[in-house]
């Protein structure tokens, strides 16, 4: 298999004994807005990275560990942008999908040391982070160059509280795309008015893979909240309410039990 088509979208592709299929462009533009969790590592230089082997990337791009702008997805096709967001830390990154990998495990994104560093996960080696398809890529894009140089993308973006905040903050910041060329804002709006939006369910497997939700992660803990603050109870107003319902109810039936055995009033005389 030669590297132009060892990642071709829509190809199937195998490295040590692990194979995966590469999402096809109308597959990848479903997934625009969509966000989810996956497992992610960290690649580094060949030079000191066993796995990694050297030479150039899927997509003809130079790797770049110390940038911490690119990452490899053994799914999305070469030229994709991606928002990565991890909720333990806060961080937020645009990463552009430049190489193949990862091949070990569940993993589904390998990014550069220098993102993993930014992202605060090189010291775990692995993090569960939140993903979403910036931009899809062109067919160009997604083809391999020799040595080609893609666009820069922002790469860190600081600490947001929200995955929405950071998506926010990618979106105002992510640069043009390769061409630089821009429709007028009045012709741009008729075009988008023309052309349907894509259909979000046309593959639901690639979707599964990458495990894709609609539903916004919970936002990064600052500690922790109290619902209601704390109050005065007594011990014997306490402990009710600690108490399991069917203890609750086993104690009420066994004191209304003994109650009546002890209200002598209410049985017969047993001398009559």
């Known amino acids: ?28 533009d479903t997934l625009v807005g969509w966000r989810g969790y996956l497992l992610a590592s960290y690649y580094d230089s060949c030079r000191l990275d066993r796995l990694n082997p050297c030479g150039l990337t899927s997509s003809g791009a130079v790797f770049r560990p110390d940038l911490p702008d690119n990452a490899a997805s053994p799914l999305l096709p070469d ?25 070990s495990g569940k993993r589904k994104l390998d990014v550069s040391r220098a993102a993993a560093e930014k992202l605060g996960f090189r010291s775990q080696g692995v993090a569960a982070l939140v993903i979403s398809v910036l931009q899809s890529p062109t067919e160009a894009e997604a083809s391999y160059v020799r040595r080609r140089v893609y666009p820069s993308v922002p790469g860190h973006l600081g600490k947001y509280e929200t995955f929405d905040k950071a998506i926010e903050a990618a979106q105002e910041r992510l640069d043009v795309r390769e061409d630089g060329e821009q429709q007028p804002a009045d012709a741009a709006d008729d075009i988008a008015a023309l052309v349907p939006k894509p259909r979000l369910a046309v593959s639901p497997s690639l979707a599964r893979e990458l495990m894709m939700l609609r539903s916004p992660p919970r936002p990064v803990s600052r500690g922790v909240r109290l619902v209601q603050g704390p109050r005065l109870v007594s011990r014997e107003s306490f402990r009710p309410e600690q108490a399991p319902a069917s203890a609750r109810a086993a104690l009420n039936f066994a004191s209304g039990l003994q109650q009546y055995l002890l209200d002598t009033g209410s049985l017969p005389d047993a001398g009559k």
Request: charged letters at 15%.
């Open 79 to 103: 030229g994709t942008v991606i928002l990565a967001y991890n909720p333990k830390t806060g961080d937020a990154s645009v990463l552009r999908i430049t190489n193949a990998g990862p091949y």
């Open 1 to 28: 298999m030669t590297p132009a088509d060892a990642k071709s979208p829509g190809s199937r592709y195998c490295f040590h004994g692990l194979c995966h299929r590469v999402g096809t462009l109308a597959q990848t």
